[in-house]
């Protein structure tokens, strides 16, 4: 049977719980773990018009079709609910962005917060969407802008566009529709990297290589894909994959003594890379810049230091070590200074992942046998548990607006990727029928 805890990490403490003594350092003793009972995140309701079809060749299924693929966006955040055109008292259709304010009284009377309205247009060689937003109940206009899209492919990228903006107007945070998630599937007979949107629509494949390929990780700006592969030579070693500007290929290309390279993730400005090499038979942590320039090691044990994330000012390290005699997660300056325990309570803790806003680091925890997502402060004073189930769930990611975390979960059988909102709430799976599918990777906002 799942649990999932209830509401958003935000209230009042609760409860402290202690750990038996025997599993814990003095300082750990005298600092107990604070679990949190957080409420509940606020719901907009919106009303979303139709668009009018300004096109040569207008399409009613066309802007029909939009109209659905915007509400599915806005659903998606966990911020709206959309309100279904029946209930309508004003307009089902957008007459024109140019007329008068809309009547606020009628959308308010069933409910509406928002009011979407736009005007679509296409043609051979370009798409372009207008909308505005308004605040019904102040019957004040919060939003107008356009989009113009080469080509004339899926109208939903603008969508989600629109309701990514949507999202950010009421809440001031930018929404994820318009996102992508990197992860790991055998689909096609061999450990690929995939990419997909958001809400699980359209995988492709980002390599192709017939190898064993794992740990996605994204560059700040989104245009390239760090990966562990054994391609060459049957030893793992990293590799990226670009869309952009960047150049594809072995990323220690100067800086590569032969030893096994196991993970790597870019730092928030994308200058330095976090990477787990072999030393002397034991993984250590190191950072390194783009091409292999600057190797500099962290960590120098003879235990296993495996697993880093960046703190989002790119000031600390967050990583796992076995140091104590269990995998734990500690955190250390980016320059190996500072080095701490975090975690104590549980003894097999792994998979750090650091929050956009810096004020949690998600990791999975083994407890009664089974792994389960946890949330911990960096101070190491509040651990929570986000979801709890009898099956396995790892790998936790976070969107880049810190309100959802994807992570695999086998518990259908096969491992499959999930997101679930910060509030435990809003489950939702992505991939389905499709092979094992791990390691997600939450990417950047799209520039």
Known sequence: ???????????????????????????????????????????????????????????????AAFQRALAEALEFSSVFRVIDAEAFLGPAVTASLDDPPPVCSDWTQIGADALIEGE????????????????????????????????????????????????????????????????????????????????????????????????????????????????????????????????????????????????????????????????????????????????????????????PTWSPDGKQIAFVSDRSGSPQVYVMDADGKNLRRLTYDGSYNTHPAWSPDGKWIAYESRIEGQFDIWLIDPDGNVNVPLVFHPRNDESPSWAPDGTKVAFSSTRRGRPDIYIIDLSGENLRRLTRDAGSNTSPAWGPYPR
């Open 120 to 307: 679509l247009r296409v043609d051979a060689s370009e798409r372009s969407a207008e909308f505005r937003v308004w605040d019904t109940a102040r019957c004040r206009r919060l939003l107008r802008k356009r989009y113009r899209e080469s080509g004339v492919g899926d109208a939903s990228i603008v969508a989600r566009r629109i309701a990514d903006d949507v999202v950010e107007a009421f809440t001031g945070v930018h929404g994820v529709s318009a996102t992508e998630i990197a992860f790991v599937s055998n689909r096609s007979g061999s450990s690929e990297i995939y990419v997909m949107d958001a809400d699980g629509s359209h995988p492709r494949a980002a390599t192709a290589n017939s190898s064993l390929n794992n740990f996605p990780s994204w560059s700040p700006n989104g245009d390239s894909i760090l990966y562990t592969s054994y391609r060459s030579g049957n030893r793992p070693m990293l590799f990226i994959s670009t869309r952009g500007q960047g150049r594809p290929g072995p990323v220690l290309r100067d800086g590569d003594s032969g030893r096994p390279q196991y993970r790597g993730v870019f730092d928030p400005t994308g200058d330095r890379i976090a990477v787990v090499l072999s030393a002397g038979g034991a993984a250590e942590v190191y950072t390194v810049r783009p091409g292999g320039r600057g190797l500099r090691r962290l960590t120098n044990n003879r235990v296993i230091d495996i697993a």
């Open 1 to 63: 049977m799942e649990h999932c805890v209830s509401a958003a990490l935000r209230a009042a403490l609760v409860m402290a719980l202690l750990a038996p003594a025997t599993s814990r350092s003095a300082n750990a003793e005298e600092r107990p773990a604070i679990v949190v009972t957080p409420g509940s995140e606020q719901t907009y309701r919106a009303a979303v018009q139709r668009f009018a079809d300004l096109s040569f060749f207008p399409g009613a299924e066309r802007a």
